[in-house]
Structures are given as C-alpha cells and as structure tokens.
C-alpha cells in the first residue's frame, strides 16, 4: 500500500468518527508489516475519561486479532494542521512499534512524515521495568 492509500483510509475513517462534543473528528489506518491494514476513528463520551482515540481503536483492533508487528500509520483530521498522536496513543503505539513511521495528514491531502522514536523522545518502556 503505498503512504497516500494508507493516508485516504485514514481519511476515510473521519466519517465513522463519534466526536459530537469536540466535533474533531480523527481517523487512523495502521499498517502491520504483513501489509494487513486496521483502521480506527475516535469514539467520544460524555463522560470524557472514557474516549478513546482513532490510533488506540486501530492498535486495539490489529492486536485483538492477533497482530503486532506494525510499521506505520497514518493519522488524519479534518484540519489544516497536521494532527500528532496524544501522549497516550504515543505510548500505546510504543509498547508494539518503537520504530513505527508515523504519516500525519491534513485537509489539504498533504503528508508530514515522522518515526515514533521522534514523537516520543524519552519514552518508558519494558527496560525500565529491569532495574
């Protein structure tokens, strides 16, 4: 799948989205290195605590269906900026792909290439467990 049809199911997702209090509507598509694809959305809540985002859907769905081995995904939103990862998404997509490109897309249909490792610097996993 070449990084703009990855980046268009992302986009596509972003009508599945359930974001009626923010109204930011977010869609990811995941990539494992089976060339399988996962796709997500953000699924809001009222209560807040309890939403949940496109990119965690998308890693929720590969692993319940057995896959982790990932190598990139697209994140896209209905903006002119590009939209990152949370720092919790971050640290979820962590835990399966610390070498994960991240293509992050905007309105616009263009693309900002990142890896993982530079959205998350510093980040905290399994090693530190060792000490």
């Known amino acids: 799948m ?11 997702m ?4 359930y974001a009626p209090y923010s109204h930011f509507r977010v869609g990811a598509a ?3 290195r089976d060339g399988t694809v ?5 699924i809001e809540n009222a209560a807040y605590s309890p ?8 890693v929720s769905k590969a692993v319940s269906e057995g896959h982790r081995d990932f190598a990139r995904i697209a994140i ?7 939209t990152s990862p949370c720092g919790v998404c971050r640290q979820v997509l962590w835990e399966f792909a610390p070498d994960l490109e991240v293509l992050l897309y905007n309105r616009r249909g263009k693309i900002q290439e990142l890896t993982l490792r530079q959205l998350l610097p510093y980040s905290f996993d399994s090693t530190a467990l060792e000490e």
């Open 38 to 42: 996962f796709t997500g959305c953000n």
């Open 14 to 17: 972003l009508d599945r989205a």
């Open 30 to 32: 995941l990539e494992c």
């Open 76 to 82: 896209a939103a209905d903006t002119d900026r590009f």
């Open 2 to 12: 070449t990084k703009e049809e990855l980046c268009r199911a992302a986009w596509a």
């Open 51 to 58: 939403s949940i985002c496109a990119e965690r859907v998308a």
